[in-house]
């Protein structure tokens, strides 16, 4: 899942080019609760089945739903667009320090301690493609 899932941001990077605002993803156990918030009142998951493409088109910044988290099935299916993800801090966590993050790197990162989440990751421009499970970045992958 971890090699599919960045490719599926690797080329979300690509193909969003350069109004791309940045993206965050949540796989989630939906048999979990978790702490996330919709942050448009009616946002509407794509209807198209390409993940790629969906994923890219919302991470504009010209959508209106670039902003928060995109959650997404252990399959990889698109289930839930534009979410306030909403972590607890957990301060034993390690955090690699010479990299530039922000705010949407910590979130996935705390919040991949959750029970439910399986993986989450976030991917930008500047900083690349970061994956991860229980509190630890299990991937990386400049771009």
Avoid at 3 to 25: H, I
Avoid at 95 to 108: K, P, Q, S
Wanted: glycine share 6%; charged share 20%.
């Amino acid at each position: 899942m971890i090699e599919k899932l960045s490719e599926t941001l690797r080329d979300v990077v690509k193909l969003a080019g350069k109004d791309f605002s940045g993206v965050g993803v949540i796989v989630w156990n939906e048999k979990f609760d978790i702490p996330i918030f919709p942050l448009r009142a009616n946002a509407n998951v794509p209807k198209n089945d390409n993940l790629v493409q969906n994923l890219a088109q919302i991470s504009s910044l010209s959508s209106d739903l670039h902003d928060g988290f995109h959650i997404l099935t252990p399959t990889l299916e698109l289930i839930r667009v534009a979410q306030y993800f909403s972590p607890p801090i957990i301060n034993e966590i390690r955090l690699n320090r010479e990299r530039r993050f922000g705010g949407r790197y910590l979130a996935a990162l705390f919040g991949s301690k959750i029970q439910g989440i399986v993986l989450s990751a976030v991917a930008t421009q500047a900083l690349g493609i970061a994956i991860f499970k229980n509190g630890k970045e299990i991937y990386f992958e400049e771009l």
